[in-house]
């Protein structure tokens, strides 16, 4: 999903997870407020498998559609959720600075979600690529939900590696570039958010919300095997957090 935002002259890759990162919440959260009674019945609930949450959320689609929620409730919901603390701020200051940092989106919601907030705020087009499942309404209404892709990485879940698109896009921009980019910051704040983080290197920065298990995750792994996660660490509880520290990356350049 390319976008004008793409600037050659740009020196470092700016990544964001979506849910809990970018928004306060998790955008499947929005979906059970708009079922009846603003909850799913325990079957469906009971269908959750670890590692398969792309499937959870397709039926959670497919059980809204069946409960005769249209395309209009779902829109409004995605819209109605608020910003993570500072994010548009965040986002303010990148938009400042697109000379300097490139961005994009890698995150396991789904492209409808993703989109429509973005525009809703103003921002889609600030970033260059949207990584994520696609997702869109089918003739009967339904919005339906696919897996981005098939991978072998053990620790991620089926539907989605996040290391592995990220090691392809690196790859990828730096030929179109002809050189790779200064430095890579990646934000996020879930498990998920470890995996592509471990191809990052010493002059990159890793973002985990404070407090969230992306966060713990790697504190953890710094306990137990010191020196083997890379990136700089930097924990955010508001996008100021994040602002301070690239506005030091582009004071510096």
Not at 37 to 58: A, C, M, T, V
Not at 102 to 118: G, K, P, R
Not at 134 to 142: E, H, I, V
Request: proline share 7%; hydrophobic share 40%.
């Amino acid at each position: 999903m390319a976008s004008p935002a793409v600037h050659s002259a740009s020196r470092f890759l700016m990544l964001f997870d979506f849910d809990e990162t970018m928004i306060a919440e998790s955008s499947d959260d929005a979906m059970i407020r708009i079922a009846p009674g603003q909850s799913i019945p325990d079957w469906l609930k009971n269908s959750f498998r670890p590692g398969r949450y792309n499937e959870h959320s397709q039926r959670i689609l497919a059980y809204l559609a069946q409960q005769g929620v249209k395309e209009g409730a779902i829109r409004e919901a995605i819209e109605g959720i608020p910003p993570a603390p500072g994010l548009l701020a965040l986002l303010g200051f990148l938009r400042s600075h697109q000379q300097d940092f490139e961005c994009a989106v890698l995150s396991d919601a789904n492209t409808y979600f993703i989109e429509t907030w973005l525009r809703k705020v103003g921002t889609r087009q600030l970033f260059s690529e949207i990584f994520t499942n696609p997702a869109s309404f089918n003739k009967d209404g339904r919005l339906v939900l696919l897996p981005f892709h098939a991978h072998e990485c053990t620790q991620c879940p089926e539907n989605m590696c996040k290391q592995v698109i990220l090691r392809d896009y690196l790859a990828r921009r730096a030929s179109e570039r002809g050189k790779p980019f200064q430095k890579v910051f990646y934000i996020g704040d879930g498990a998920n958010d470890i995996c592509p983080t471990l191809a990052l290197g010493q002059k990159d920065t890793a973002f985990p919300r404070r407090d969230f298990p992306m966060h713990r995750i790697i504190q953890d792994m710094k306990t137990a095997q010191p020196g083997i996660y890379k990136p700089t660490v930097v924990p955010w509880a508001h996008g100021e957090d994040v602002i301070n520290c690239l506005k030091k990356v582009v004071e510096e350049r």
